[in-house]
């Protein structure tokens, strides 16, 4: 069955550093997004992205977050200038045309001390 | 805007028997899909079952089913025949079905099993 990937597993960060979380969604998707879930609180929508742009954003996605598409197979998300706060699950996720497949990676658990 | 609520935090049942988890929503789109995710210890997110809201029929998927009260905004989850791999975070979820099509979620219900 087809998966979406996402590396690092889990990462650990200094305050103030750069990170970049990566995803691999499923090769004839169309339609990506990162969420994010802070330990013991609800899954949140940070962003959505299609056809190379981003379709919406949340109030948390400022500007310190980026998506790209690099290349025909990545989708990233960078956070520039990490903050205790941003310590959490995040987890991409993409889908063909309609809703069938929406599928989520196994997640990226950021620390950041 | 679209909410959902998981109004219990915590449940907990006997290995073999049901349980039923509970879940209500908001929204103002006709059309949207329910759906609940299950999410154990590794925190990789499962889906569970998916609910159309244009199907009057509930979901099934083996021990699992839903009780959709569209109606009353109200989406459960019940799980029949327990078992202690059922053990784990459930999330419900409502998702528009317009283009961008993102995933609205409660704050999520935490099942035990007992043996």
């Known amino acids: 069955e087809p998966e979406v990937t996402q590396t690092p597993s889990h990462q650990v960060t200094q305050m103030g550093q750069e990170v970049i979380l990566r995803c691999v969604p499923i090769?004839?998707?169309?339609?990506f997004y990162w969420y994010r879930q802070i330990l013991g609180q609800k899954v949140e929508f940070l962003v959505s992205f299609y056809n190379n742009e981003i379709s919406e954003k949340s109030e948390i996605f400022d500007d310190q977050f980026s998506v790209e598409r690099p290349d025909g197979s990545n989708f990233t998300l960078k956070i520039r200038s990490t903050k205790l706060e941003d310590s959490a699950m995040y987890f991409c996720a993409s889908r063909g045309q309609g809703i069938d497949g929406y599928t989520f990676g196994s997640g990226t658990r950021l620390t950041v001390v | 805007a679209q909410t959902v609520t998981q109004s219990q935090p915590e449940m907990s049942v006997q290995e073999a028997e049901t349980v039923t988890l509970s879940c209500t929503y908001d929204t103002s789109e006709s059309d949207y899909y329910l759906f609940w995710y299950k999410q154990p210890p590794s925190r990789q997110m499962i889906l569970v079952i998916r609910q159309e809201a244009y199907k009057q029929q509930n979901a099934t998927e083996n021990r699992f089913s839903v009780n959709f009260q569209k109606a009353a905004k109200s989406f459960s989850l019940k799980i029949s025949d327990s078992q202690l791999g059922d053990a784990a975070m459930y999330f419900c979820?409502?998702?528009?079905?317009?283009?961008?099509?993102?995933?609205?979620w409660g704050l999520g219900t935490s099942l035990a099993v007992n043996p």
């Open positions: 090769s004839n998707h169309l339609y």
């Open positions: 979820a409502c998702l528009n079905a317009g283009n961008n099509r993102k995933l609205i």
